[in-house]
């Protein structure tokens, strides 16, 4: 089996119960969007899958492999990456250098400390075709705290699709960002490779509904539901739990 | 093109113009390219990886008291000295940074002062080998790749130090511009994003912390074997903080900080102390206040905030 196949997976706190059998299947080339109401467990789910905390219970396998006992380094490798709900990037180094960082690192050239972190043709021009990818060739040698919020949602993308994952995490693409900007992270995430399976966290439901193929509706750390959005949108249930009704 | 090797030439003719200049100062002189590499030692450190150390002179007295016994009863080879330093202080960083790399903050600057003063404490109490508080006597180094005898007025010593210096600072500069530097100055950025692209921060920090470490005790070997003692006070933590306030009134991170840092300090440091005994640490203070206000970023960000104010852009800290 390709892909993440999640099994019966549990996290507790102490006595607090976060995620509790959780089965959850992301194929290559899916598109699934995990939504539900704040403390529902997303973001522990997703530290979960990413390997930032160690499960309680339950199974977590990739491409047929059992992961759930690597730490977050060795997942990385494995091709699982996240973006950071917080915009977490190299605030002083450019958008080249930030995405240069987890190319060369990726490629394990990270230790290498007589030539020059520049000096590999081949390095860069994947970053620079990164950085065309998200538009962001003119801001490409700006120290990326120069950049507006949005730019920066852009490269907090462009970093972990730089390590070319087979899975991809979107850990709230658009928090932050006005709505003004939020077509360009919608853009960016339609532009993803077609055989990279994406799992976006958002509570933004326009985003959600447009770039998702299959919603996960998680409700106090478990599975309420799951479906097209069609059917999660004309869920009595989710309208009156989670939606309110407002997209009705 | 021809910008870059300005700084490098200009560093070179200052060191050369010094030594014309100041010819009955050069033990100072010597201290002073002696200082810059420690200094350098804790760019590396500190302003590459953003390890923050008030140490630093644990590795420099390791490196000073390994090249002065290495001298006296193994070989006289100064280039060999310089290798025993570079060795102890390594060892010294891999060894105690293993435990150090795995905290941060202010649990890493007392844990650091801590492998200082245990270090101190160890070479106080091994009188038999080290000379304990009277100091490690006798060491008598060879001649300077087997050409230059050290001469008592210290040329030999001030062109030895200043070639050692100069490839020190050609080293790091390689390496800051390096994959390693890189993920060194990624560390320093965002050490949660690091361990997210798949790189083992904790190894990382210790390579860099490691290396800072052997140049430290490069810088200790040329004490040892310029001034032919090695005393107790190269483990103090006052040479740690004064090594720290040199490269922040320089600015961390661009080793041309380091280097004008130490220069500025230790010149401000011998013109005061001089005129007035009592009072020069004020002079010090004001400087360094004065900087920490008006040039936050240190003395080497000088012309780039200059730039900036001229353009009426704001003045941006960091």
């Known amino acids: 089996m390709q892909g993440l196949e999640v099994r019966g997976l549990s996290k507790r706190f102490g006595g607090l119960v ?10 290559p080339g899916a598109r699934k969007a995990l939504i539900g109401p704040n403390g529902a467990g997303k973001s522990t789910f997703a530290n979960l899958v990413t390997g930032i905390l160690s499960p309680s219970g339950g199974t977590i396998r990739f491409d047929g492999q059992d992961v759930a006992g690597l730490n977050e380094a060795q997942r990385v490798k494995r091709g699982i990456a996240k973006t950071f709900q917080i915009t977490t990037l190299f605030p002083r180094l450019t958008v080249r250098e930030n995405l240069r960082l987890p190319v060369l690192e990726r490629e394990g050239q990270g230790t290498r400390m007589f030539r020059r972190a ?6 860069e021009a994947e970053v620079t075709a990164l950085i065309d990818q998200f538009d962001l060739g003119p801001l490409a040698d700006r120290p990326v705290l120069d950049l507006a919020y949005g730019q920066q949602r852009l490269v907090e993308m462009a970093l972990s699709l730089a390590l070319k994952p087979r ?11 006005p709505s003004s900007e939020t077509h360009l992270i919608i853009e960016a995430i339609e532009r993803l490779p077609d055989d990279l399976a994406v799992l976006v966290i958002e509570h933004d439901m326009d985003l959600v509904f447009r ?7 998680l409700v106090q750390g478990r599975i309420l539901t799951e479906g097209t959005p069609e059917e999660i949108a004309n869920n009595a249930q989710v309208r009156e739990l989670y939606l309110g009704g407002a997209h009705g | 093109m021809a910008v870059r090797f300005l700084p490098p030439l200009l560093m070179l003719l200052a060191a050369v113009a010094a030594y014309f200049l100041f010819p009955y100062n050069l033990a100072f002189l010597t201290r002073i390219v002696i200082m810059v590499v420690l200094v350098l030692s804790l760019d590396l450190v500190l302003g590459f990886a953003g390890i923050a150390t008030l140490g630093q002179a644990a590795m420099y007295g390791a490196g000073a008291y390994a090249a002065g016994l290495f001298a006296i009863h193994v070989w006289a080879d100064p280039v060999a000295g310089l290798v ?4 102890a202080g390594a060892v010294l960083a891999a060894l105690s940074g293993a435990v150090l790399m795995r905290t941060q903050g202010l649990t890493l600057i007392m844990l650091t002062i801590a492998v200082a003063q245990i270090c101190a404490e160890i070479a106080n109490r091994a009188r038999g080998v080290t000379g304990g508080a009277d100091g490690l006597r006798g060491i008598r180094p060879g001649k300077v790749l087997g050409v230059w005898e050290f001469d008592f007025i210290g040329i030999t010593g001030y ?3 200043l070639a050692v210096m100069l490839l020190v600072f050609a080293v790091l500069a390689i390496l800051g511009r390096s994959p390693f530097g890189l993920s060194l100055r990624g560390i320093h950025e965002s050490p949660a994003r690091m361990e997210a692209i798949g790189v083992s921060v904790y190894r990382r920090r210790l390579a860099a ?17 310029i001034t032919q003692l090695v005393s107790l006070e190269t483990f103090s933590f006052s040479l740690s903080a004064e090594a720290l306030i040199m490269l922040i009134l320089g600015g961390t991170g661009r080793l041309y900080g380091a280097v004008l840092g130490t220069v500025i300090f230790m010149a401000v440091h011998h013109v005061a102390a001089a005129n007035d005994p009592f009072n020069w640490l004020f002079v010090i203070g004001a400087l360094v206040l004065a900087v920490v206000f008006f040039l936050p970023a240190g003395i080497a960000h000088l012309p780039t905030s200059l730039k900036r104010l001229s353009k009426g852009g ?3 800290g960091s």
């Not at chain 1, 976060?18 to 194929?27: A, G, Q, W, Y």
């Not at chain 1, 770039?211 to 509706?217: E, L």
Request: proline share 3%.
């Open chain 2, 84 to 87: 025993a330093g570079a060795l």
């Open chain 1, 211 to 217: 770039v998702a193929r299959s919603i996960v509706v």
């Open chain 1, 167 to 177: 899975l991809l995490i979107l850990d709230e693409p658009a928090a932050g960002v």
């Open chain 2, 209 to 225: 912390y490691t290396l800072g470490g052997g140049i430290a005790g490069i810088a200790g070997a040329l004490t040892a074997q």
């Open chain 1, 118 to 123: 520049s000096g590999n043709a081949e390095i």
């Open chain 1, 18 to 27: 976060v995620s509790e059998n959780i089965d959850f299947d992301l194929p």
């Open chain 2, 314 to 316: 704001r003045h941006a």
């Open chain 2, 159 to 161: 062109w030895y130090a």
